[in-house]
Structures are given as C-alpha cells and as structure tokens.
C-alpha cells in the first residue's frame, strides 16, 4: 500500500511538490488557508533552473512565450546612474533565460498541470494541528467556518511559507534576523517614460526605491519607508507614501497613473530552519528558508526543493527505498539555502550601503567589477543557479577527481536524445519525473535501464541515447561511459557500461546499510 502525502500550502513549492508525486500515482492531498487563489504576487522572477524544474514535470506550458525579459538594470543615486546592466548580454550563448514572469502566473500554470493529472486543491482549509508516531500523522484541518477534521496521512510537508504553521506544529526553529525592516509595495498602470524591458533603481540615502516594468503597461515600485513611519497602514496610504516617493526620486508626476492595482507591505528577514525534516514532517520552500528577494532566488529554490524532496518521496512512498532517503534531502538542500541566504544578504549589504565607507567601496570597487561582461557572466550563472551540484554530498561523496566531465552529484547538461521510437527530445523535457538512463548504444543503454527498473521500479525509467554533438560543442564526457540522471536532472551514476555496478549504486542509496 502506498503512503498518503498532506501537502499544507498551494503555492509554487507545494503545487510542484504535488504535481510531481502524482504522475507517479501517489495519493496526494493539497491545502491551502487562503480562500482562493491568489491574484497578485512579491515574486516576479523565474530563474533558468525553475524553468528547468516545471519543464521537466511537463508544466512549464507557454510561460516563456508570455513572459517578459527583464534585459536591462540602471542604479541611480540622485540624478547620476552609477550602473548599468544589459542583463543576459553576457550569456545569450545559454539556453535558457530568466523570465520576468508573476509567481501568480507560475502558480497558475502549476494548477492546470496538477487538475490535469487528476489532483485539485482543497481552499480555505489550514493545518491546525498535527501528531505523529511512527506509522502515520494524525491532521488537524480547520475549514473558514471553523469546522474541524481529523485525518490520517503518511507524510505531512509544509510548503506552508514563512510563518508556516506545520513547522510549528514540528516544534522546528527558524532562526535569523531581518535584512530590510520594511517595504512598500504598488503595481500601476501607467504610461512611464522607463525602458520597458527592465528596471530602474535609486539608492540614494542608503534607500532603494525601483521600478520594474511589467506587461500590460504595469510597473511595479517599492520602496523602504522611513522607520518612523506607523504600522498598519492602509492600501491607500501605502499608494501615497509609494507613489509621493517615486515622483521625488523620478521627477514623474502622480498624474501619469491610471490606476492602482495592489498595494501592500512586507519585511525582509534572513531565516533557515533548524532542520528540514522531523519524523513524518517535512517542510520546503519559505517554510524551510527566507531571504532577500535580490536575483529572485526565493520561488527557484522552493522549486529546487520540490523536486528534490519529490522523487525521494515517491521512492519511500512505493516500498522501493528506506525513510533514511529522506535524510539526503535535508543533506543536499539545506546547504545550497545556507549559500543563498549569505549571497543575496551580502548583495543587499553592497547595494544599499549605510556608511559612507561602504557606499566608498561600493562606487570605487565593486561597480566598476560588476560592469566587466566577464563578472555579469559569474553573476548571472550564479543567479540561474544551473550551476548548482551535490558533489560531496550525502548521494555523491566521491568527487571521482580524475573525470572530465560532469560528475556525480552535477547538473546534467540539457542535450538533444533520441527515444526509444527514434524521435529527438531535450534531456528535462524527457524527464517527467523519471530516472534516465543514458548510453551511446541502445542495447547498452536499454540493458542498464532495465536493472535500474528493477530496484526504482519499470514506470520510473527511461532509456535515451544522446544525439551526436556538432564539432567544437562535445557533451563533455567520455561517450564510452554510460550515466545515470536522476529526476531532478542531477547525475546519480556514472561508468563503463556495467548494469550490476549500477544496480550496486542503487542498492547502496535506496537501501543503506
């Protein structure tokens, strides 16, 4: 008998959480507190690897073709611009891009794919208590109307976000300090004379105000307010202290605006969970760990969380590995968050100096660096976070020094393959959720796949043989080695071909001694 999975929260995380566990027939149930879905969302940016992400649980449908492309970035203080990006200029030779795109919309997509696959969300329905033992966890629900039901599930994952009651509930600290104590925020229409396809920044005084362009004629502004400023403001007091600041900064008039959209305020904290998992209780996402929204990284790693912690679940859910797998997830996750939360605090620091010294070396030495196309690169590879791996993690401890090429634990590169019927497909867009296996022959490739079904189950993999690469842009490994990807895209194996070595590998993460 297969686990039931509570999933508590619809967001980005829990929705792609949920996606993935149902193409793999594992019974899954969503809640949300919320009484709808939302309309307007904080987050706007979708980074490569969260496009990677949807794409390979076949939900990323035509976000990049509704998407807008946020190319250039200009950081004024007063009248002067002390920089100016092109964004993606220096790495127009990738792939993929980062899309400017509402989580609203991210959320939107993620919906249709889970009503597609069967799953639905149940609304205005929160976790108002959980209590675990060793087989199962008994949830507390609580509908709007205060109704209560109790039911039994066989995990429980808060993807709950930052003032997440099932971490709570978990007795999980989360601690951390705040970053920004205070941010006021207004989408309007309006017709502005800004570069529509990006962003501009003032940083005088050691306070960000920016704009961002959205479609439809909409930009987005937010501002820090000053600290005496009273709590609890209303939507229309928020517009009049966002938009009397804009027109101060920008010399734009209030008049030009044709209407008010949202408005809202939010603060900025740095927070990562003590642990990621207790017992029968996980959380991901902003459940797990809070940051600085600078180079949108909040939404793409709750995505990367997702499908991290997704096909270990299924695999723990079906019988065919250990509740220890879980661990890993913990193991492989919470370090990559622990380096987000220090890069976008550290960028924060840099951009929005409060001594003069600071704001010295800011304008001296790091705005002339960042203006290097070379450094834009580190930077926007760095953000993508395609670069991500879990080599030296607790899946991947070897580093296998002597092999060129990606390695255990690496992201596997998105290359063109053939299928089993002969047609051409991308790497991720094959994935859906499944373990690939991948070999120049197909005999070779059809042998391994088959010993690896053997131990994840026939249904979970999948045999492809790489398209042969144009001189010059060579996969990167030896093309007599046979690979292992796992359903995040990550290398789990790698070696001459050897079905029982790679049955041993299996052997040794589903089942450790």
């Given at each position: 008998?297969?686990?039931?999975?509570?999933?508590?929260?619809?967001?980005?995380?829990?929705?792609?959480?949920?996606?993935?566990?149902?193409?793999?027939?594992?019974?899954?149930?969503?809640?949300?507190?919320?009484?709808?879905?939302a309309?307007?969302?904080?987050?706007?940016?979708?980074?490569?690897?969260?496009?990677?992400?949807?794409?390979?649980?076949?939900?990323?449908?035509?976000?990049?073709?509704?998407?807008?492309?946020?190319?250039?970035?200009?950081?004024?203080?007063?009248?002067?611009?002390?920089?100016?990006?092109?964004?993606?200029?220096?790495?127009?030779?990738?792939?993929?891009?980062?899309?400017?795109?509402?989580?609203?919309?991210?959320?939107?997509?993620?919906?249709?794919?889970?009503?597609?696959?069967?799953?639905?969300?149940?609304?205005?329905?929160?976790?108002?208590?959980?209590?675990?033992?060793?087989?199962?966890?008994?949830?507390?629900?609580?509908?709007?109307?205060?109704?209560?039901?109790?039911?039994?599930?066989?995990w429980?994952?808060?993807?709950?976000?930052?003032?997440?009651?099932?971490?709570?509930?978990?007795?999980i600290?989360?601690?951390?300090?705040?970053?920004?104590?205070?941010?006021?925020?207004?989408?309007?229409?309006?017709?502005?004379?800004?570069?529509?396809?990006?962003?501009?920044?003032?940083?005088?005084?050691?306070?960000?105000?920016?704009?961002?362009?959205?479609p439809?004629d909409?930009?987005?502004?937010?501002?820090?307010?000053?600290?005496d400023?009273?709590?609890?403001?209303?939507?229309?007091?928020?517009?009049?202290?966002?938009?009397?600041?804009?027109?101060?900064?920008?010399?734009?008039?209030?008049?030009?605006?044709?209407?008010?959209?949202?408005?809202?305020?939010?603060?900025?904290?740095?927070?990562?969970?003590?642990?990621?998992?207790?017992?029968?209780?996980l959380?991901?996402?902003?459940?797990?760990?809070?940051?600085?929204?600078?180079?949108?990284?909040?939404?793409?790693?709750?995505?990367?969380?997702?499908?991290?912690?997704?096909?270990?679940?299924?695999?723990?859910?079906?019988?065919?590995?250990?509740?220890?797998?879980?661990?890993?997830?913990?193991?492989?996750?919470?370090?990559?968050?622990?380096?987000?939360?220090?890069?976008?605090?550290?960028?924060?620091?840099?951009?929005?100096?409060?001594t003069?010294?600071?704001?010295?070396?800011r304008?001296?030495?790091?705005?002339?660096?960042?203006?290097?196309?070379?450094?834009?690169?580190?930077?926007?590879?760095?953000?993508?976070?395609?670069?991500i791996?879990?080599?030296?993690?607790?899946?991947?401890?070897?580093?296998?020094?002597?092999?060129?090429?990606?390695?255990?634990?690496?992201?596997?590169?998105?290359?063109?393959?053939?299928?089993?019927?002969?047609?051409?497909?991308?790497?991720?867009?094959?994935?859906?959720?499944?373990?690939?296996?991948?070999?120049?022959?197909?005999?070779?490739?059809?042998?391994?796949?088959?010993?690896?079904?053997?131990?994840?189950?026939?249904?979970?993999?999948?045999?492809?043989?790489?398209?042969?690469?144009?001189?010059?842009?060579?996969?990167?490994?030896d093309?007599?080695?046979?690979?292992?990807?796992?359903?995040?895209g990550?290398?789990?194996?790698?070696?001459?071909?050897?079905?029982?070595?790679?049955?041993?590998?299996?052997?040794?993460?589903?089942?450790?001694?």
């Amino acid at each position: 008998m297969i686990d039931t999975v509570l999933i508590a929260g619809a967001g980005p995380t829990g929705l792609a959480l949920a996606v993935h566990l149902t193409l793999h027939d594992v019974p899954v149930r969503v809640v949300d507190a919320a009484p709808a879905p939302a309309t307007t969302s904080r987050a706007l940016g979708l980074q490569p690897r969260g496009a990677e992400v949807l794409e390979r649980i076949g939900a990323l449908g035509d976000l990049p073709e509704r998407s807008q492309r946020s190319l250039h970035m200009s950081y004024n203080e007063g009248s002067r611009t002390v920089l100016r990006l092109q964004v993606g200029q220096a790495v127009m030779d990738q792939p993929k891009q980062a899309l400017l795109v509402s989580q609203a919309e991210v959320e939107g997509v993620l919906r249709r794919r889970l009503l597609e696959l069967g799953g639905d969300v149940e609304w205005g329905t929160r976790v108002a208590g959980a209590r675990q033992d060793g087989e199962a966890v008994t949830v507390t629900l609580q509908t709007g109307d205060g109704a209560e039901q109790r039911t039994g599930t066989g995990w429980l994952v808060g993807c709950d976000g930052a003032h997440s009651a099932v971490r709570k509930l978990a007795g999980i600290a989360f601690p951390g300090r705040a970053l920004i104590e205070r941010l006021l925020m207004v989408d309007v229409r309006a017709r502005w004379p800004f570069d529509r396809n990006g962003s501009t920044t003032w940083m005088d005084a050691g306070h960000m105000l920016s704009v961002t362009a959205l479609p439809d004629d909409t930009w987005r502004v937010f501002t820090e307010p000053p600290a005496d400023l009273p709590d609890e403001l209303s939507e229309s007091e928020i517009t009049d202290r966002v938009l009397e600041e804009f027109a101060r900064r920008s010399g734009v008039g209030r008049d030009t605006v044709e209407e008010v959209r949202w408005a809202s305020e939010f603060r900025i904290h740095r927070r990562l969970a003590e642990t990621y998992r207790r017992g029968r209780i996980l959380i991901a996402g902003d459940a797990a760990h809070i940051q600085s929204p600078t180079g949108g990284q909040g939404q793409n790693t709750g995505l990367g969380d997702a499908e991290n912690l997704a096909w270990k679940l299924v695999l723990v859910t079906r019988g065919r590995a250990d509740r220890r797998l879980l661990d890993t997830y913990e193991g492989e996750r919470r370090p990559l968050a622990r380096n987000v939360l220090r890069a976008t605090s550290t960028a924060v620091g840099i951009m929005l100096p409060d001594t003069q010294w600071k704001r010295l070396l800011r304008d001296k030495m790091v705005l002339p660096a960042v203006r290097l196309q070379a450094v834009q690169r580190r930077l926007w590879l760095a953000a993508s976070q395609l670069g991500i791996s879990y080599r030296g993690g607790p899946l991947a401890p070897e580093t296998h020094w002597w092999t060129s090429g990606p390695r255990p634990g690496d992201r596997m590169p998105d290359i063109r393959c053939l299928d089993a019927a002969g047609g051409e497909v991308t790497l991720h867009a094959a994935v859906l959720g499944r373990w690939v296996v991948l070999a120049a022959d197909r005999r070779v490739a059809d042998r391994h796949a088959e010993a690896a079904g053997a131990r994840l189950g026939a249904g979970l993999v999948t045999a492809l043989v790489p398209v042969p690469a144009a001189p010059g842009r060579e996969h990167g490994w030896d093309p007599r080695d046979v690979v292992l990807v796992r359903p995040d895209g990550h290398i789990g194996w790698r070696g001459r071909p050897a079905p029982d070595r790679l049955a041993a590998w299996l052997d040794q993460v589903l089942w450790p001694a």
